[in-house]
């Protein structure tokens, strides 16, 4: 006999739903058939790691490959690896710390920005047409709601990493 999960004390109905739309949401956007054709309408055809590595880089500046791999939360060995497919296609580049010599930063290049920029027009076309029906106020509601989703999801994930495991 299996047993049935108990849900968190905290999850309310309100959270529930939350949870089922935020998890159909990454769904979505990562399945096979919407990465081809963002893919395909982008030009750039790389792994989803590839672009959340990219999106990083652009929101949090340069960094240390041990700051990457500490902030995304995967080891040194797995961002170093990603790094150097992004840093063949001229996607990220090194350069030295000018605080410590010894030590490189990669930082997204031009051409990284502008493969990004390809993939997010590529994304809102898909989200156009997925929504084309959808009063321009009620997207707005959702971006706000999205907006402050990340927010708490930021400032929760920055407290989770200055709790020691």
């Given amino acids: 006999m299996t047993a049935t999960p108990t849900p968190p004390t905290a999850a309310t109905p309100e959270l529930a739903r939350l949870e089922l739309a935020l998890s159909a949401l990454v769904r979505w956007s990562e399945s096979k058939h919407i990465r081809t054709e963002v893919a395909r309408r982008s030009g750039c055809d790389m792994p989803s790691s590839a672009l959340r590595l990219l999106e ?46 010894r030590s490189g930063l990669i930082a997204i290049t031009p051409e990284g920005s502008r493969a990004l920029a390809r993939v997010r027009a590529a994304r809102c076309d898909l989200l156009a047409e997925t929504f084309g029906a959808t009063p321009p106020d009620q997207l707005g509601r959702a971006a706000d709601v999205l907006g402050l989703v990340q927010e708490h999801m930021l400032a929760a994930a920055a407290q989770y990493a200055t709790t020691p495991e």
């Avoid at 939360?73 to 090194?94: E, G």
């Fill in 56 to 101: 990083h880089f652009e929101a949090a500046g340069p960094m240390r490959v041990s700051d990457i791999a500490e902030c995304l939360r995967i080891d040194i060995s797995t961002a170093s690896l990603q790094l150097r497919r992004l840093r063949a296609d001229a996607l990220v580049s090194r350069r030295t710390d000018p605080a410590d010599g």
